[in-house]
């Protein structure tokens, strides 16, 4: 039995319990609700590296962005009721991005529990509806117990985000502790008759589409799958903001079904006579309101792999359930026995041919084309740099015109939450130092955690961020033109000098103003030895890939007419 030397306060246990889930990385804004758990983490600082940001959405973004990027949970830190409030964006975000994270949470003390204490919150009725699992530890003696749980439900089934609320007086108290082990994850196998069957199927289709999305994919799994879809001749279109789980330069690779998707994919996924749709969800963004799939049975074949037995047939009936895990499923479906393929070689040659020509130059009359910005990013930029975005038009030429060629190169939102780019950044950097790390933002999306620049100058990040500075929240004035044509209100912008603003912060910066000047702009930005800040002066009228900001008021004035 453990001696009276070995007890532990529950700040301490808290701290054991990461590193025996070997975490290695924290992130936070300090609270004096959680001191404790601090003062562990001071005691450990050669094994847990923790950055403090500058605001708790912020935090909760890196939190979030680093489980995108290891398959761990990310680990966020903050402070009682603002702090938390604060925080929830990350957590929504990584709750529709199925992304594993851990939000640890301070909260009042125990003999204050209902009483409406100060900044004192019901985290379970709070955070109950967009986390897998929300708790509070009311004993030091369980926190190995929570602390076990919670790296589990995290990352079991369809990852996402875990809360814990931590009194403080709890923090203070003592226990002994309890080895606990690093949570291994079960892998969901696929069922050998569910194969069978999406092999009958296989050998009958002349119109098949892969399409891929979701988390969980390893490097085996991504293999596997690029080698079932040469096998047997499939296009392969990736899921909104996916677009890195298969190499963009393959010749079987089609495009991104998600925001804007190119029309011509959206009919290939209207007319497919077999869709296999592995690891995405099939939510409103992938299937353009659920329009492309008819509900609740879908007109084409639909073979669905999730690894969520309580997403299966949620909104969609399909002809085939299969539950396992993308990699378990990649290496069954690259061992299935090759099938006539020859009547399908036309169509996926067809639709790759479509993607070519929607990412191809098409020369537009503007001073300043974000589509020559995006393909000179794809053109200079090394085949593993990072690109990080959060939401507005300007990603919808990124989306359109980079082509990702490695895995965990895209790191982006699919939950549409903006002020995502800047955080995702640092914590791409953090993980990655010797890879190049590109920020895109909007003016809007930059300013909402530019804050964070104070994190890239304290740990000395050399990220590269493109600010497309328009004047306005893009995608809103987009909407009131199309619904409200000539009437916009609430969408103008006041912005600062950005390039002063970066320099105050110790970067790199300069304003670009037309397409010639953006390459050298950005050969000075990476070869800056820090961090590097570009401004776009994009002209207001350049709203969207497709039309001006005129183009759409008048299209929406005719149609009322």
């Keep these: 039995m453990s001696d009276h030397s070995s007890l532990r306060t529950g700040g301490q246990l808290i701290v054991d319990a990461l590193l025996a889930q070997r975490t290695d990385t924290v992130f936070c804004v300090p609270g004096e609700s959680y001191l404790d758990v601090l003062d562990a983490l001071y005691a450990q600082q050669a094994a847990i590296r923790v950055i403090t940001c500058r605001h708790e959405g912020a935090a909760a973004f890196m939190a ?44 009042v003390g125990r003999d204050m529990i209902e009483r409406e204490a100060f900044q004192e919150i019901d985290y379970r009725r709070m955070f109950g509806p967009f986390a897998k699992w929300v ?11 929570f602390m076990a749980r919670a790296f589990a439900v995290a990352q079991s089934g369809r990852p996402g985000p875990v809360v814990l609320a931590l009194p403080e007086d709890m923090l203070t108290e003592s226990a002994f502790p309890v080895e606990t082990a690093q949570a291994e994850i079960p892998e969901a196998h696929p069922a050998p008759g569910a194969m069978r069957r999406l092999h009958t199927l296989l050998a009958g289709a002349q119109r098949p589409l892969m399409l891929l999305g979701g988390p969980g994919w390893g490097p085996a799994g991504r293999e596997a ?47 497919a006579d077999l869709l296999i749709a592995v690891g995405t969800r099939l939510g409103e963004i992938v299937t353009s309101g659920y329009t492309l799939l008819d509900v609740p049975v879908p007109r084409q074949r639909l073979v669905h792999v999730l690894n969520s037995a309580e997403e299966l047939g949620r909104v969609y009936q399909a002809h085939v359930q299969i539950l396992s895990s993308m990699n378990a499923f990649a290496q069954a479906a690259a061992a299935l026995p090759p099938v006539n393929a020859a009547p399908r070689q036309a169509w996926r040659g067809t639709l790759r041919g479509h993607y070519d020509s929607y990412v191809a130059r098409a020369p537009r009359q503007a001073r300043l084309d974000p589509a020559e910005v995006i393909i000179a990013l794809r053109d200079t930029l090394a085949p593993d740099a990072i690109l990080t975005n959060g939401a507005g038009n300007y990603s919808a030429w990124a989306h359109r015109y980079y082509q990702f060629s490695r895995a965990h190169c895209q790191l982006a939102p699919t939950s549409g939450a903006m002020g995502y780019g800047v955080p995702a950044a640092i914590a791409a950097k953090l993980r990655h130092p010797e890879r190049q790390v590109v920020c895109l933002a909007g003016d809007g999306c930059f300013l909402m955690t530019s804050q964070e620049l104070a994190t890239v100058r304290r740990h000395g ?36 000098d950005f390039v002063m603003y970066a320099r105050s912060f110790g970067l790199h910066a300069e304003r670009v103003d037309h397409s010639a000047a953006f390459a050298p702009a950005l050969q000075r930005a990476l070869a800056a030895p820090g961090a590097a800040l570009i401004e776009l002066d994009i002209e ?16 929406a004035l005719r149609a009322a007419a």
């Design 135 to 145: 708790a509070q530890i009311d004993e030091a003696a369980r926190v190995p117990e």
């Design 64 to 107: 979030e962005a680093h489980g995108k990027l290891t398959g761990r949970p990310g680990i966020c830190l903050v402070t009682r009721g603002p702090g938390a409030t604060n925080a929830s964006i990350g957590v929504h975000t990584a709750f529709q991005d199925s992304t594993p994270m851990i939000l640890l949470v301070g909260q």
């Design 540 to 555: 207001p009228e350049i709203l969207t890939p497709r039309a001006t900001l005129t183009e759409l008021r008048e299209r």
């Design 225 to 271: 799958i690029a080698r079932f879809a040469t096998q047997h001749d499939l296009p392969v279109a990736c899921a909104f903001r996916r677009q890195d789980l298969f190499d963009n330069r393959h010749p079987h690779y089609v495009g991104e079904v998600g925001i804007g998707v190119n029309p011509a994919l959206a009919r290939a996924v209207r007319d």
């Design 461 to 496: 990040l050399a990220i590269v961020f493109i600010v497309f500075n328009n004047g306005m929240y893009g995608t809103i004035r987009m909407h009131q033109e199309t619904n409200y044509p000539g009437r916009p209100v609430g969408t103008d912008l006041c912005n600062p």
